[in-house]
């Protein structure tokens, strides 16, 4: 089993708010694909990162997470190719853990 993670930020690089519709997609699409999603979205996480120019940069994101049988690369290479481009981001972070369901 593991738990598939999403980080998705909540501005675009302006610092406008993504549309709750953009989410409400994601979370329609992977509930439909793997029967349920958690989505961490009323205490947004901060997260901070150095970019190429050593230059720390911060995010406020949502988290989404599904739990998978089989982690399909390929699929979430896509799928995570298609958050970026809706999203406007060089990279969305997106990944798996193995975990032991109790």
């Known amino acids: 089993m593991h738990l598939v993670q999403l ?9 406008q708010a993504f549309p709750k519709a953009l989410f409400d997609g994601v ?9 349920g999603v958690t989505a ?7 997260g901070a990162w150095e970019d190429d120019s ?6 406020d994101v949502v988290l989404m997470e599904v739990m998978a049988d089989h982690v399909d690369h390929g699929w979430w290479a896509a799928y995570r190719e298609d958050l970026q481009q809706r999203f406007r981001q060089d990279e969305v972070l997106v990944r798996a853990i193995r975990v032991e369901r109790l």
């Open 54 to 59: 050593g230059t720390v940069q911060r995010d």
């Open 7 to 15: 980080f998705l930020p909540l501005y675009d690089n302006a610092d």
């Open 27 to 35: 979370r329609a699409e992977l509930t439909e694909r793997f029967g």
């Open 40 to 46: 961490f979205v009323r205490s947004p996480a901060v």
